[in-house]
Structure formats: C-alpha cells, structure tokens
C-alpha cells in the first residue's frame, strides 16, 4: 500500500479527502522549486498554479514557463469552476 496516496482509499471520503489535501500540498512545494517566481506572486496567483498543476500536471504547466494564460480551455473551465479565474 502506498501510504501517502492510497489507492483503495479512493472511495472512502476521509481518505480521499486526506490524500487529496497532501497531494495539492506537495504540489505547492513542488512548485516552490520549480518556479523561481512562485514565492513573489500574490495568493490567488499560487492557488491557480497549484490546480493548474493538479488538472493539467506540473510538467505541462513547467514546459510552458509556468504561463497560466497557455492552459488549455478545458482547464480553464476547471479553474472557472473553482473561482480562480
């Protein structure tokens, strides 16, 4: 079993909801080290890349130079979803 995304988990919604919260905040210290710019931008600035990151992934965001306005439109629909943008 993995215990920090557990897979047999999913359906249990404490269980999901605790992998889902570790995994957007890995991806906030993940970004931490990817993006020299990520520590500068304002809050609602890092929320949107954190779920960038978690609908599109993080590579993709990263060979696009962490531009949120190259996101494809289905993502942005995330992100509307969401109120980020």
């Given at each position: ?9 999913v359906?249990?919604?404490?269980i999901?909801?605790t992998t889902?919260t570790k995994?957007l905040?890995?991806l906030?210290?993940d ?8 520590s500068s ?6 929320l ?8 599109w992934g993080?590579n ?8 949120t ?12 979803s969401?109120?980020?943008?």
């Amino acid at each position: 079993m993995n215990k920090i995304y557990p897979i047999e988990g999913v359906y249990n919604p404490l269980i999901n909801l605790t992998t889902s919260t570790k995994y957007l905040n890995r991806l906030d210290i993940d970004l931490k080290k990817e993006n020299p710019k990520y520590s500068s931008l304002p809050e609602n600035e890092k929320l949107k890349q954190i779920f960038i990151s978690y609908n599109w992934g993080i590579n993709k965001l990263k060979k696009n130079n962490f531009d949120t306005t190259k996101i494809p439109s289905k993502t942005k629909a995330y992100l509307k979803s969401l109120n980020l943008i």
